[in-house]
């Protein structure tokens, strides 16, 4: 496993030494964590799908995280990443991606994909992955650290810009992940879903606890049904007003 083990990566923190951390790796042994997360966290919680399962098995989730958050990174909790955002708890992002259903060879929009983790699943699942991220700082982190692991058999691009806007460049998709909690979900990123297409969220109003939904665009209208509760921070962009029907 010592490819799997994290090195000296630059930028927001992520891989770069701090007092103690070194020693703290050596100690760790990474691939009994992520053997924990996924025995432990995803198989109880109704995660079946083995794509899903080797995918979490394999992928070094701690080289998605600040150097000072590896010891977290496979707790059963949202790992911070800075700028008020988090890397989904292993359990939820797992529940996430098997709601999501996804099809080798999918065309994929993963919307706040933070620095990098959700994508490189989807596409170690086999997805084409259009991943957006409006901050430059967690981009330039997962542009890094996903140049050294493996996304085979699927791939990623990385583009940057308002998160609620979508990417109409790269439109239809066959699914929208958005990978963080919103309290609505514009027609915006709906109108980019291709006929049949999929889209799979966390909505929360306020006062109400949050929501996975799973939604599909079926004769040019999109309408979406919830699946299980869940919760997470806000992702940044989406103002409350836009329509949105369950």
Same mark, same amino acid.
């Given at each position: 496993m010592a490819g799997l083990l994290p090195g000296p990566i630059s930028g927001a923190?992520? =891989?770069?030494?701090? %007092?103690?951390?070194?020693?703290?790796?050596?100690?760790?042994?990474?691939? $009994?964590? *992520?053997?924990?997360?996924?025995?432990?966290?995803?198989? +109880?919680?109704?995660v079946t799908?083995? &794509?899903?399962?080797?995918?979490?098995l394999d992928l070094p989730r701690h080289r998605f995280? %600040?150097?000072?958050?590896?010891? *977290?990174? /496979?707790?059963? !909790?949202?790992? %911070?990443?800075?700028?008020? &955002?988090?890397?989904?708890?292993?359990?939820?992002?797992a529940r996430l991606l098997q709601l999501?259903?996804? &099809?080798?060879?999918?065309?994929?929009?993963?919307?706040?994909?933070?620095?990098? /983790?959700?994508?490189?699943?989807?596409?170690r699942m086999g997805g084409r992955v259009t991943a957006l991220e409006s901050s430059p700082t967690l981009?330039?982190?997962?542009? !890094?650290?996903?140049?050294?692991?493996?996304? $085979? +058999?699927g791939h990623v691009q990385w583009v940057e810009g308002p998160l609620a806007a979508g990417h109409p460049a790269g439109a239809p998709y066959d699914l929208i992940m958005i990978q963080g909690e919103v309290p609505t979900i514009p027609p915006a990123l709906?109108?980019?879903?291709? !006929?049949?297409?999929?889209?799979v969220a966390i909505r929360r109003l306020p006062g109400q606890v949050g929501i996975a939904v799973i939604g599909r665009r079926v004769g040019g209208v999109f309408s979406a049904?919830?699946?299980?509760?869940? =919760?997470?921070?806000?992702?940044?962009g989406f103002a409350p007003d836009s329509a949105f029907t369950l």
């Open positions: 923190r992520v =891989g770069v030494s701090v %007092p103690g951390e070194t020693e703290g790796r050596q100690a760790m042994d990474f691939a $009994a964590a *992520r053997k924990w997360m996924v025995d432990g966290q995803l198989r +109880p919680n109704k799908d083995p &794509r899903i399962l080797s995918a979490m995280v %600040p150097a000072d958050m590896v010891a *977290r990174a /496979y707790a059963d !909790e949202d790992t %911070p990443l800075g700028e008020g &955002r988090v890397l989904l708890q292993p359990m939820m992002i999501a259903e996804l &099809r080798t060879g999918d065309s994929v929009l993963l919307v706040g994909a933070g620095t990098g /983790y959700g994508a490189a699943a989807l596409a981009s330039a982190v997962a542009r !890094e650290v996903m140049g050294e692991v493996s996304l $085979a +058999p709906t109108e980019q879903l291709a !006929e049949g297409g999929r889209l049904v919830p699946a299980f509760d869940c =919760g997470t921070v806000p992702l940044p």
